[in-house]
């Protein structure tokens, strides 16, 4: 994407170029040579003005995209993060159930423990 913008300013950029040597190099009378340069200048201006705006959407576009993107994966993340948790807390209580009732069952024979 990048690369195409950067041939986009390019070709506008040597467009306006390319009119001004165009003007300047042609027969005509100082005054209208004037008027034609700054016509030229005038539409290179408008050119780039029109070229950074498109790169200023492209650059929002493109913060917002990743934006959504890092906010989607760290939805992902935290959920499978709680999914895990949910997952282990049973398993977790099933084993401390199983260790009380052995140290119950060690409390009824009075061993202890060294």
Known sequence: MKNKENIGLALITGAALGAAFSILFAPA?????RKKISKGAGDATDALL???????NTTKQKFYEGKE????RLNAISEAAHQNTEEYIPLMEKKLAELKKKGEALKKKKVTVS
């Not at 993107?69 to 989607?72: D, F, H, V």
Request: glycine content about 12%.
């Open 69 to 72: 993107n890092l906010e989607s």
């Open 50 to 56: 029109r070229a950074g705006e498109q790169l200023k």
């Open 29 to 33: 009378r100082g005054t209208e040579t």
